[in-house]
């Protein structure tokens, strides 16, 4: 491991939401027990699953690592308030969430971030990161949005035409956040990273560390995505919301303000152009599924 700047006693805590995913959640733990950067409080917040396995190994692991801090609900309280829970509860000066599923192969992904953190002044430091598609296939490189990038107006061009979402789970300097009023989710949106993600990246020094990577388990929902139309409203809802708050900040200079303006509305019109096409699709599978039931005697549903 190189020597780094800074404190290398610095504890940082990761904060692990979980529900149900004993396999995966055993994977993540074995990643993060392998990391050079040993100074780690790790927070696992049980959202009252229903597999028992998952007390189990959470319990199996804690025995074995005093660094492990285990919380279990006694009610599911929504992913997003067990998210704000791992943090509400960490005591470190650095912060990440990670996901229950994600896989970690470099054990110096803690320390490359913390590096980086401390040797540029950020605020926020995020790695390279890919959507597993399947078991041997991963997709969708945050090198290709973010390597150029220098300036806060670099940072957010790439977000506000890319919407990936994996940035997420990157080093936070505590010191440098409000974690009242800046880390907190809007827990009546799907997607609360899409609407956190380029507010932070508007108030805050970020820097992209394309020397690590994780993997995030979760494939993308595409079929979800299309089938459950309510989503399209939500993001709808997120996208005018952001609109209104870069078309007002200050933040920017007018000419900055509009490209990034621009760059939403063209989301957000591929967004209600894209819910045109699944309705239409939905009421055309709909009618031939009736139909096939007429003809086989079913009747009509």
């Known amino acids: 491991m190189n020597a780094v700047p800074g404190n290398f006693t610095d ?14 959640l055993k994977q993540t733990l074995d990643c993060l027990l392998k990391q050079s ?11 009252c699953s229903s597999d028992s396995r998952v007390k189990e190994i959470m319990r199996t692991y804690a025995a074995s690592d005093t660094r492990i801090v285990l919380y279990f609900q006694d009610k599911n309280i929504g992913i997003v308030k067990n998210f704000t829970f791992v943090l509400e509860k960490a005591t470190g000066g650095f912060f990440m969430w990670k996901s229950d ?18 040797e540029t002044d950020s605020d926020f430091a995020f790695p390279d990161g890919f959507y597993l598609k399947n078991e041997a296939n991963a997709g969708f490189a945050l090198k290709k949005v973010y390597s150029n990038c220098r300036t806060k107006m670099d940072y957010l061009r790439g977000y506000t035409t890319s919407f990936s979402c994996l940035e997420f789970y990157g080093l936070y300097n505590l010191s440098k956040f409000d974690k009242k009023s800046e880390m907190k989710f809007n827990d009546q949106v799907v997607c609360p990273d899409i609407l956190y993600l380029p507010e932070l990246f508007l108030a805050h020094k970020v820097v992209f560390v394309p020397e690590t990577h994780y993997t995030f388990g979760h494939k993308p929902s595409i079929d979800g995505f299309k089938i ?29 303000r509009k490209e990034i303006v621009a760059n939403l509305l063209q989301y957000y019109e591929a967004i209600i152009n894209e819910q045109k ?25």
């Open 277 to 301: 096409s699944v309705s239409r699709f939905s009421r055309v599978k709909t009618e031939i599924k009736n139909k096939l039931k007429m003809l086989m005697g079913i009747g009509k549903t």
């Open 228 to 256: 459950n139309l309510n989503i399209f409203k939500d993001r709808q809802f997120v996208m005018r919301h952001l609109i209104g708050n870069f078309a007002a900040t200050e933040l920017l200079t007018p000419s900055e």
């Open 37 to 47: 950067y040993t100074n780690l409080e790790i927070i696992i917040s049980d959202n």
């Open 101 to 118: 599923d994600d896989k970690i192969e470099d054990v110096d992904f803690i320390s490359k971030l913390y590096t980086k953190l401390i």
């Open 11 to 24: 504890k940082i805590t990761v904060g692990i939401p979980t529900f149900n995913r004993p396999d995966d």
